[in-house]
């Protein structure tokens, strides 16, 4: 039976597990699954995922979530997968696992809660939340610092001191793309500073073309769409009534 992804592509952890399959052939049937209309809280999505949250995948009566576990599972269950993206060596696989399990309490923590408090937020009916946006700048910087001084190794291109990208390679460069939503100076603000996570980006993104750019491109959409939304709004807002810049200055 195929496998079944249920995803929505403005979903950083769902686009690591869309680009995996399409990177080493996997075949899969994507259902949408569209956060903006709350289709995750559907009764039937809850039959596959009782935690109610996008990637899931069922392959054949098997059902699975949390896009780590299962990015591991599709890279030791289907034939074929080169070795590098989960490695079978043991001490290389718990490097890998080391950094999965690190990423979602500091790098997503700090990116998502970030991108939320300064864009989303309007999006589900909420106000935008400069003290929390603030609280979680610190942590996503603090992230991209330890990418870039502790993750990141002289001797490879990738994660770990690596020659080719494994799934946490994959999974971070997801999540760290969400920066593009951001206006260019905000992003440039945070990132720049992090030479070395630029390049290792950048590394990463060619090492998995043309599907990084394809399954991204409903991201660089929505940044057209909210570049625009904040454009109006800061054009209708009197020069006199504008508050300065509320993001924190680190």
């Given amino acids: 039976m195929t496998l079944k992804l249920y995803v929505d592509r403005m979903s950083q952890p769902s686009r690591a597990v869309i680009i995996f399959c399409k990177l080493n052939g996997i075949d899969f049937e994507e259902i949408h699954i569209n956060l903006s209309k709350r289709q995750q809280l ?37 034939p074929g997968i080169a070795d590098h993206w989960y490695p079978a060596d043991l001490y290389k696989r718990a490097k890998v696992d080391s950094v999965l399990d690190w990423h979602h309490s500091n790098l997503r923590r700090g990116t998502a809660g970030y991108i939320f408090n300064t864009v989303f937020a309007p999006a589900f009916g909420l106000p935008l939340n400069p003290q929390a946006a603030a609280e979680a700048e610190k942590v996503l910087l603090a992230s991209l610092a330890n990418i870039e001084s502790v993750w990141l190794q002289r001797k490879g291109r990738f994660l770990l001191g690596s020659g080719q990208p494994s799934i946490a390679d994959l999974s971070l460069v997801c999540e760290i793309m969400e920066l593009e939503i951001l206006d260019e100076k905000d992003r440039e603000r945070i990132i720049g500073p992090y030479k070395r996570v630029l390049k290792w980006i950048d590394d990463t993104k060619n090492a998995m073309e043309p599907h990084f750019q394809e399954v991204h491109v409903i991201l660089f959409k929505a940044k057209e769409k909210f570049h625009k939304q904040r454009h109006a709004v800061g054009s209708s807002i009197p020069q006199s009534s504008r508050k300065p810049d509320l993001h924190s200055k680190m």
Avoid: T, W
């Fill in 42 to 78: 559907s009764p039937e999505f809850k039959e596959i995922n009782p935690m109610k949250q996008v990637p899931a995948i069922m392959d054949g009566r098997f059902k699975l979530f949390e896009s780590h576990a299962i990015l591991r599972y599709l890279a030791c269950a289907f």
